[in-house]
């Protein structure tokens, strides 16, 4: 166990919808990052917060948006949903944006796009 | 894209050492070489890192040529729970945004009985 939380656990939802995920982490960690893992392949990162702030992001279109609330908790809205959003999303969270930090990943959710 | 190569799939008996070659062979002087794995369902689990001095902990040892080219991590007496997706990465030991991790495909180890 990390201390990364995530809601909800699954979720299926219908194209062109949109959905919010959450993620609450470890304590003391004040960076969380967003990855997306497609069936069968290593996570990709989405982007990352820092301090309430965006401050990275991957390749993933605008219609993928996030916060981060002053509890350092985050959330991930994807507007718009496509079939090719089917995925495990992971946050990870780690203290700080400098030094030889590990990241700490939660279980996942599990969306759905039908 | 990744910038390290793994084996797709390794089978290792129980009790037995498991050694996991990766090769990084584009790896820059300031990244450092970090490992992860990922049990089914679960979030990727940090191992170990290093830079070019061999590393242990007590989950695995860490392995690194002197040209900084390849590595080797080492599980000394694999279990059936060491079944899992490990990953090697080269990411920059800092912060912000480019602190966070390229994940190829890994290597899909198989502890057998």
């Known amino acids: 166990e990390t201390g990364v939380t995530q809601s909800p656990t699954h979720l299926i939802k219908t194209r062109g919808q949109q959905v919010t995920l959450r993620c609450s982490s470890q304590s003391g960690h004040n960076t969380v990052s967003w990855y997306q893992q497609a069936l069968g392949q290593g996570p990709q990162f989405i982007f990352q917060?820092?301090?309430?702030?965006?401050?990275g992001r991957g390749n993933f279109p605008p219609r993928f948006s996030g916060l981060q609330f002053p509890n350092y908790s985050s959330e991930l809205n994807v507007n718009a949903l496509e079939l090719d959003d089917s995925a495990l999303y992971l946050c990870?969270?780690?203290?700080?944006?400098?030094?030889?930090?590990?990241?700490?990943f939660g279980p996942g959710t599990r969306l759905t796009v039908t | 894209d990744a910038k390290t190569t793994q084996p797709p799939s390794m089978d290792c008996a129980e009790g037995r050492a498991a050694n996991l070659p990766c090769n990084h062979s584009?790896?820059?002087?300031?990244?450092?070489v970090y490992w992860y794995r990922q049990i089914h369902s679960q979030g990727p689990q940090y191992i170990i890192h290093g830079l070019k001095n061999n590393e242990t902990n007590e989950m695995a040892s860490l392995i690194i040529t002197e040209d900084r080219k390849s590595s080797t991590l080492i599980l000394p007496h694999a279990t059936l729970r060491d079944t899992a997706v490990y990953y090697c990465i080269v990411s920059p030991n800092y912060g912000g945004s480019q602190g966070n991790l390229i994940f190829g495909k890994g290597t899909k180890l198989s502890v057998k009985p």
């Open positions: 990870a969270s780690r203290p700080g944006t400098g030094g030889a930090y590990e990241q700490y």
């Open positions: 584009t790896i820059s002087g300031n990244e450092y």
């Open positions: 917060y820092y301090r309430e702030e965006e401050n």
